[in-house]
């Protein structure tokens, strides 16, 4: 057969595989929630703006309704949107949507060897063990206060230190915000200026800045044609490298000082487990395992609560009436004590802020995916076990049956009549059901105490005027990064002559 015969044959033979997979694909896509028309290969990607997925995500949501189905490639991923279809799911058949979706993006490093991306049996294991060991280190409790006080000091510090000048905030709660999750997870805090904790808060930062661009959009829907194609999503995996070697470097000084009867963090806990499940030839705790989890919870726990807090600052400038009343808050509870944890039952108005904050910051978009653990019925719908699902979060925070006027910032959405902190089920900031955040009361403690003693110390002062400040999101993806911007930190006593 001469050569223009053969590729003939082959290009035959091409379409026709295509098209037959096109067909299956089209007859399955016939039984799911509607959604628009996918296109051989590229799926639904042209419906994207790749910029933007969420809004391109809430346009569909507008077209389609609360549950709707887009193809990355030809792999069909539903989406649930609004309060209603995501407490139905997530929160009223918990069990079945307990499984993770693949998420390539850390699937192709971790392979699932880790806490948030495994399923079954190993991930109930280890989110329990995790979950055990945060509180026993004092997650929720007072020790863990005392760790966020302390980090909280060493801020103050090194804020002062820029003398009133203009001043971009993003690195300093980084430092802090990591510091307190490595003091849990490896026994010890770092000094701001150690060379290796400055290289780890840039490679979390990077990480996140490459997944929540367009480059990090395309490897985790498209990993298959991406993994070949060079490009800013490549320096990820170096990313990781690089954090999993200074994982493993602190894991191999724990195995040298390991005292089994008096464990210092999360990796000596893990390493006495693994000890006492030696024989257990199915057990689920190794030295990856160990090193892939604490990878996972460094990112969680640093980057959403990093990002929240500096949503936070970003919002008290932009809203200066908001920021007097909080002002006013902190005067009449805190005085000129440090801030305690409970202190916030007394401070309704603080509360609601950084509630709202969270509600209209949004840091989470698109949650994490979820997958079907069995067949499972939803509204008029049987949708097979292993099935993958998006939570569309932004849709739930920007719900109008939920919420007044969603678009506006507005604390008291979290306010009674009463005056009284009021609770609103739709914030799902940290999902909802039984993947849901299990940092959550970490964060809202840290979140707490860093905001108080912050602005206990300092008035905050914005170099433009709220009308002049944006506070766009600067990367859309599986987080929303919030701008950079900068203010003046006046110390309390000078700005109040
Ligand atoms: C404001 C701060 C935070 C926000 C908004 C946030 C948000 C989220 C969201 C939306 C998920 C996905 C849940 C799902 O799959 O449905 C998640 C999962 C997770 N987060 Fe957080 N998180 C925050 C802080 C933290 C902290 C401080 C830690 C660490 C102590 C942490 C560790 C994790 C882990 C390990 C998972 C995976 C859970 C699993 O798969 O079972 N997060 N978080």
């Known amino acids: 057969m001469d050569f223009y015969s053969l590729s003939t044959v082959l290009l035959v033979i091409l379409i026709t595989c295509l098209l037959a997979k096109y067909t299956r694909m089209m007859l399955e896509k016939a039984k799911l929630p509607p959604g628009p028309t996918p296109l051989p290969i590229i799926g639904t990607l042209y419906k994207m703006n790749l910029n933007n997925v969420v809004r391109s995500l809430m346009e569909l949501h507008k077209t389609f309704g609360d549950i709707f189905t887009i193809y990355e490639g030809n792999r069909p991923c ?27 993006l850390f699937y192709d490093y971790s392979k699932g060897d880790d806490l948030v991306f495994s399923n079954g049996e190993k991930w109930k294991e280890l ?7 945060l509180t026993n280190f004092g997650m929720g409790k007072r020790s863990i206060e005392e760790r966020i006080k302390e980090e909280a000091e ?14 971009d905030p993003k690195l300093h709660i980084h430092y802090s915000v990591c510091n307190l999750i490595c003091s849990v997870m490896f026994g010890k805090r770092f000094d701001y200026q150690d060379e290796e904790f400055q290289n780890l808060i840039h490679w979390l930062q990077d990480s996140f800045r490459i997944m929540s661009n367009p480059w990090g959009l395309m490897y985790n829907a ?21 954090i999993t070697d200074l994982i493993r470097k602190r894991v191999e000084n724990n195995i040298k ?18 000890k006492k499940e030696e024989k257990n030839s199915a057990t689920y ?19 959403a609560v990093s ?93 109008k049956t939920q919420f007044n006027n969603p678009t506006n910032f507005h604390p008291n959405n979290f306010l009674g009549e009463d005056g009284k902190f009021k609770k609103n089920n739709a914030l799902m900031a940290f999902s909802a059901g039984k993947r849901i955040c299990p940092g959550l009361s970490l964060a809202l403690m840290e979140m707490f105490l860093f905001f108080t003693t912050m ?5 905050i002062k914005s170099l433009v005027s709220p009308e002049d400040i944006s506070i766009d999101p600067v990367g859309v993806g599986l987080a929303h990064i919030p701008p950079n911007y900068e203010f003046c930190l006046l110390p309390r006593s000078y700005s109040e002559e």
């Open 78 to 104: 539903v989406v649930l949107c609004g309060y209603k279809a995501i407490k139905e799911t997530l929160i009223d058949k918990a069990e079945e949507f307990s499984g993770r979706g693949y998420f390539p």
């Open 127 to 133: 989110r329990h063990f995790t979950h055990l060991t």
């Open 154 to 167: 060493h801020l103050i510090e090194l804020l002062k230190k820029t003398n009133g000048s203009p001043t």
């Open 222 to 242: 498209y990993p298959w044609f991406m993994k070949y194609i060079p490009g800013p999503h490549k320096q990820l995996m170096k990313n990781y490298t690089f």
């Open 257 to 274: 000082s390991l005292d089994s009867n008096n464990p210092r963090d999360y990796i000596d806990c893990f390493l006495i487990k693994m």
């Open 285 to 303: 705790y190794h030295h990856n395992t160990l090193v892939m989890s604490i990878m996972m919870v460094l990112f969680g726990g640093t980057e």
């Open 307 to 399: 990002n929240t807090l500096i949503f936070i600052f970003l919002l008290l400038i932009k809203h200066p009436n908001v920021a007097e009343k909080v002002y006013k808050e902190i005067d009449n509870v805190i005085g000129h004590r440090p801030p305690n944890y409970e202190d916030r039952l007394k401070m309704p108005y603080t509360e609601a802020f950084i509630h709202e904050v969270q509600r209209f910051a949004d840091v989470a978009p698109l949650s994490l995916p979820h997958e079907l653990t069995k067949d499972t019925q939803i509204r008029n719908y049987t949708f097979r076990k292993g099935t993958v699902f998006l939570t569309l979060l932004t849709s739930v925070h920007y719900d």
């Open 455 to 459: 602005l206990q110390n300092f008035t």
